[in-house]
């Protein structure tokens, strides 16, 4: 064999591949606009809403239901869920919620640590309720309108427990702080249309940091006992103050009564000596009379032994029993 000749392989069948170009060219058509009618239908689930996007420019907005667009790049439909309560954590994450809620273990006191208005620090987190009001100024109007929010969060938190003291922060101020915060938060997401509206915002927890802990709960134990010894001295003082008082007025009471008595009998003797006088006046005898009859109807019973005798009668005294004694 001569091996200077050269070698001719067989070439590939043009005439076969272009007639399986041909056979598979509907197929092709057939699923590339089978793709672009999926791509033309979209549907918005019932608590959110589609903002239709021609060529990345808002065109309009579309409800719950199914609808017709223009195939992607052309129009593209961003949902937002409008009617679902939104949430963000501070301070803490949740990985699995549930009745055993499990929450992350790194650490987020970047967030939470805070300096209150008595340069003392607390460590504060909460969360943040929150509905999308406006998509369309959500989606437009601010720039990583999520991370905005949580920064607008961050800025308000510190602001109002910078004006609290720690006390106020840690127990009996915590309703103030969120009710505040709620309010200054709402009036900065409209001045930047965020279109999101705060619904509530919740103090999940205050506390000193970790190594001031000790100190801090003897404190709060020392405040609970002088709070505790003097409710107990109210107490007591409740117990006898108002026995005390009560007994008084009931003696000045009955003291202003016997006043009353002896001021009216004194009232009545005299408008009684005032009758007798004009009677005696009028009728001297009979008056004389009959005082002397009604004060021996007032001696003679308390008397022991009574003698009547005429007074007439002419030595009577001697068979008298003169010495003995009457019984008083």
């Known amino acids: 064999m001569d091996m200077r000749k050269p070698v001719n392989f067989p070439g590939p069948d043009t005439a076969h591949i272009k007639r399986q170009f041909k056979s598979a060219l509907p197929l092709v058509v057939l699923l590339l606009v089978g793709l672009i009618a999926w791509n033309c239908w979209y549907t918005v689930e019932p608590e959110e809403v589609g903002l239709v996007l021609r060529f990345g420019k808002f065109q309009k907005e579309t409800q719950p239901g199914l609808h017709f667009k223009l195939p992607y790049p052309i129009e593209q439909v ?36 805070m300096l209150t208005g008595d340069l003392n620090v607390a460590v504060v987190e909460w969360i943040t309720q929150y509905r999308i009001r406006n998509p369309y100024f959500y989606l437009f109007k601010v720039k990583n309108p999520r991370q905005t929010f949580r920064d607008m969060n961050e800025a308000i938190m510190r602001e109002v427990v910078g004006d609290k003291t720690v006390t106020e922060v840690l127990t009996v101020g915590r309703q103030e702080i969120a009710d505040e915060v709620k309010k200054k938060l709402q009036e900065l997401c409209d001045q930047y249309q965020t279109g999101i509206v705060v619904e509530q915002i919740v103090l999940q927890d205050a506390n000193p940091p970790d190594p001031v802990k000790p100190s801090f709960n003897e404190v709060n134990q020392a405040q609970q006992e002088k709070e505790r010894m003097i409710n107990d001295a109210w107490a007591e003082y409740n117990k006898v103050i108002p ?86």
């Open 243 to 328: 026995k005390a008082k009560g007994q008084a007025l009931q003696t000045i009471q009955e003291a202003k009564g016997y006043a009353a008595d002896r001021i009216n009998r004194a009232k009545g003797d005299a408008l009684f000596f005032e009758q007798i006088l004009k009677a005696y006046k009028e009728a001297p005898e009979v008056t004389r009379t009959r005082l002397f009859l009604e004060t021996m109807e007032t001696i003679y019973p308390k008397l022991d032994r009574k003698v009547i005798i005429d007074e007439k009668v002419k030595g009577l005294i001697p068979f008298l029993n003169i010495d003995r004694k009457v019984k008083p």
């Open 78 to 113: 961003i949902k937002i869920p409008v009617q679902r309560q939104l949430k963000e954590e501070f301070g803490f994450r949740t990985e699995v919620p549930g009745v055993r809620t499990r929450y992350s273990q790194k650490n987020f006191e970047h967030e939470s640590l």
